[in-house]
Structures are given as structure tokens and as C-alpha cells.
């Protein structure tokens, strides 16, 4: 497999993984808008084009679509968008590129026997406890919009699996896990700010790789941005490799009418 061919289906796999509220297909792009929340729900996925669509068309037809939703028009370019020239007519445009992200890959296989300290331990369900929603939605990211969050969680079904961490017997850290045909995906990793640095997120880690090799899911994924450094130093160290990149492009918000 080719590493542009490689790209692309992890992109597909991420793109079922985090399923928008709304969706609408165009040209091979898949529009998405979930109340603004989160930057990969509200943004045009860009992996994939078909059609006589022009580039302009392309572009006209995204700025309607978000601005009719009240949302700014946001654009994931990967380093296999398409079509070509994409992100240098965007740039023209005045679209600036915001949150770099890097896709990290591993062997489950890998990942799964690393060690962790005696007071933490992990497990994972099926089924998402409350304690698990209250560490990731409610303490987490997603506090101000736990609603739109609990949607997204349903409408992953049973693809989706729950990890939680706990040290000394106390929750201490989360992360989701998400079934694909080829990749399992690992997102949503959140730790409380008392249990950093204490092994919490990798008994995470761990324990999803564990449970992706007792499903026969060989390889791992996940998405993290370039300036969290933190988040980069534990991928790496348990064995996560960068795979490849993309970032958003923003269009610029419209003046407002005087």
C-alpha cells in the first residue's frame, strides 16, 4: 500500500469515527456542522473528490453551506486533499491555517504490554458509565455542551469503547475507543488535572490496545495537535509514530453590516 492510499483510509476511518450531527455529501467532500462544537465536526473533510465540480464551485458551495448554519467556513486539509491546489486557493483567498494536527499510528501488539506503576489500573466497556461521561463531557472539553457530546457518543453505537483509568482506586483518566473495518481509533483522552503524571493516560493507552488485539484490530490511530507537547511525549513513548499531518483552514469572519 502506497503511503497516499494509506492516508486516505485512515482518513475514511477518521471520518466515520467522529460523526457529525450533520452531514451532507458533495462532490466527494463530506460537509459536516455539529453546533459549532468541536473543529472536525464543523468543517468540510476534503480527502476525497469526485465529479465536474471546479474548485470554485467547490469552495462557493462549502461557504454556503456553514454560513448558512450561522458557522465560520472551515476546510480539513490533509497532506492528501483533493483536488490539488486546494489549500494554496484557500490561502489566496484569505483562509488562515489554524491547529496543525498530527495522525500517530501503532501496532496494538505494541502498545498493550507496556508497563504501568501498581496503584493504576484500567478497564474498558462497552457501555459508557456515568463516571466515564462525567470525566470526559462534564469535567472535560465538552462541559458547556454535554448534550451535543452524548449525541456524538450515540451515534457511534456499538462501534464505540470506554476506557478508564484509576489510581489508588480513584477515576483518574478517560479515553474512547472506535471500532473501524481496518483501524481502531483512540480518542477523547482526558486526565484529571490531580492524577497528571501519574501513569493514568498510558494505563488508557494500554488497556485499548488490549482490547483492540481481543478484536483482532492490529493497528491504532489517533489525532493529536502539534503544540500539545505533553500528549506528543506520552504517544511517542508508548510507541505511537507520526504517520502524516493536516490542519484547518478558516475563513476569515464577514464584517459585520454597519
Known amino acids: ?25 458533495f462532490a466527494g467532500w463530506q460537509l459536516r456542522a455539529m453546533s459549532g462544537v468541536s473543529r472536525r465536526a464543523n468543517s468540510a473533510w476534503t480527502a476525497r473528490a469526485t465529479g465536474s465540480a471546479t474548485l470554485e ?15 465560520v467556513p472551515s476546510f480539513q486539509i490533509s497532506s492528501q486533499c483533493e483536488p490539488p491546489g486546494l489549500d494554496a486557493a484557500l490561502a ?68 464505540a469503547s470506554f476506557a478508564i483509568a484509576f489510581v489508588d482506586d480513584c477515576p483518574a483518566a478517560v479515553g474512547l475507543g472506535i471500532r473501524g473495518p481496518r483501524w481502531f481509533g483512540i480518542c477523547s483522552m482526558f486526565t484529571l488535572p490531580a492524577y497528571r503524571g501519574r501513569g493514568a493516560a498510558a494505563s488508557v493507552l494500554r488497556a485499548l490496545a488490549a482490547h483492540a488485539l481481543d478484536r483482532d484490530d492490529a493497528m491504532l490511530y489517533l489525532q493529536v495537535e502539534q503544540d500539545n507537547q505533553a500528549a506528543l511525549a506520552l504517544y511517542s513513548r508508548v510507541g505511537f509514530a507520526h504517520h502524516h499531518e493536516y490542519h484547518y483552514r478558516l475563513a476569515e469572519p464577514e464584517p459585520s453590516a454597519s
Open 57 to 71: 464551485q467547490r469552495i462557493a458551495h462549502v461557504e454556503s453551506f456553514y454560513r448558512t448554519r450561522g458557522l
Open 1 to 25: 500500500m502506497t503511503m497516499g492510499s494509506r492516508v486516505a483510509e485512515i482518513e475514511d476511518h477518521a471520518l466515520d469515527a467522529w460523526p457529525a450531527a450533520e452531514t451532507e455529501a
Open 92 to 159: 489566496e483567498r484569505g483562509y488562515r491555517a489554524v491547529a496543525p494536527v498530527s495522525v500517530r499510528v501503532a501496532q496494538a501488539a505494541a502498545v498493550a504490554p507496556m508497563a504501568t506503576s501498581a496503584p493504576v489500573r484500567a478497564e474498558v466497556e462497552q457501555t459508557m458509565s456515568d463516571t466515564w461521561f462525567d470525566i470526559s463531557a462534564r469535567r472535560g472539553r465538552f462541559a458547556d455542551v454535554e448534550d451535543v457530546y452524548r449525541g456524538l457518543l450515540a451515534r457511534l453505537g456499538s462501534r
